[in-house]
Nanobody
Framework: QVQLVESGGGLVQAGGSLRLSCAAS????????MGWYRQAPGHERELVAL???????TYADSVKGRFTISGDIAKTTVTLQMNSLQPEDTAIYYC????WGRGVMNPYWGQGTQVTVSS
């Protein structure tokens, strides 16, 4: 069974930076998107950034200009560089890969990595 392994979370002061990485335990074919989501206490999981198989990118408005997503679909690796972090960025961050299989979209999720930004 494919697993997504995340690393790079932690505690940082406001204004600081963190880099999250995600890699699949084995190759995933027919990838449609790779991305990062986050969930803060009492909130629903939300999209942070997404990279599509055509190379196009999507960012949540709240992170535009501060976060940068990059990835290698062939290697199934995706990275999120987070700069100018703010306390409101505190959340569990989840790596996600969506791939086509048997006519349906199959989502893969990482276990989540905690990001805490202190003021």
């Amino acid at each position: 069974q494919v697993q997504l392994v995340e690393s790079g979370g932690g505690l940082v002061q406001a204004g600081g930076s963190l880099r999250l990485s995600c890699a699949a335990s084995q190759s995933i074919s027919s990838i449609h998107t790779m991305g990062w989501y986050r969930q803060a206490p009492g909130h629903e999981r939300e999209l942070v950034a997404l990279i599509r198989n055509d190379g196009s990118l999507t960012y949540a408005d709240s992170v535009k200009g501060r976060f940068t997503i990059s990835g290698d679909i062939a290697k199934t690796t995706v990275t999120l560089q987070m700069n100018s972090l703010q306390p409101e960025d505190t959340a569990i961050y989840y790596c996600n890969v969506a791939s086509w299989g048997r006519g349906v979209m199959n989502p893969y999720w990482g276990q989540g990595t905690q990001v805490t930004v202190s003021s």
